[in-house]
């Protein structure tokens, strides 16, 4: 976990493309990502469930543990809700993680009582084992507080999980330079942002002390739509469309998972 808490401290911005599966994951890892993080919306939608909280957790772990067996940089798996409203299982279920190799995982409150979460973090420090805890707070993305209120409702919401021993503060939704500043400044903790429409550029969210920048789920969604497209006009003309000449060529695909 130093290595992955390392690219947190704010000496460039960490870059996070969001993989869905171990095959994905290898290749981000392959055009230099740093470290790879999980979408949940997309593991999901790949084993056939949909986002928010429907993936059996068994599963959850299994797909991490297949994605750690590929990588050398760290891994961070967005662990959803915890897969439990009970801190204690929670914990448990964030103990398997560590076992299979996740460095970091992101948790998020959603429309819970942050009590819920300052509980969730504790019971996962009393394990006494090194992960790093991305709390995501969905007070923009949810729209919990009134717009004008938001950034003090995620500043209070931080200083909590800060104290009861959170990494770091995942706020998507997030866009307005000023709110960012007032987030970066007031947190007390490394800040990750989401790619959103409106957020500012990467080089600029670095100059606002951002420490991480995720992909979320826009990538699994835009090959979903490729995919459709692709397959529609093979069932209706019997030729996968003009796309197909620009496929990754079989050989590099194999290269990925071929061990030296």
Known sequence: MNQFKQLHDGSKLLHLPNAWDAGSARLFESLGAPAIATTSAGVAWAQGYADNDHLPVDSAIAVAANIARVLTVPLSVDFENGYSSDPGQVARNVLRLIEVGVAGINLEDGHDAPSLMVEKIRAIRTLGRDI???????????????????????????????????SGLFVPGICKVDDIKAVVAGAGL????????????????????????????????????????????????????????????????QALFVKP
């Open 132 to 166: 790093f805890i991305n709390v995501r707070t969905d007070v923009y993305l949810k729209g919990l507080a009134p717009e004008g209120e938001r950034v003090a409702e995620v500043l209070k919401r931080a200083a909590l999980y800060k104290e009861a021993g959170a």
């Open 190 to 253: 490394p800040v990750n942002v989401m790619d959103w429409p409106g957020l500012p550029s990467a080089d600029e969210l670095h100059q606002l002390g951002v420490a991480r920048l995720s992909a979320g789920s826009g990538i699994p969604q835009a090959l979903w739509a490729v995919a459709a497209g692709m397959a529609k006009d093979f069932l209706t003309t019997g030729n996968a469309g003009p796309l197909i000449a620009k496929a990754m060529p079989y050989g590099d695909l």
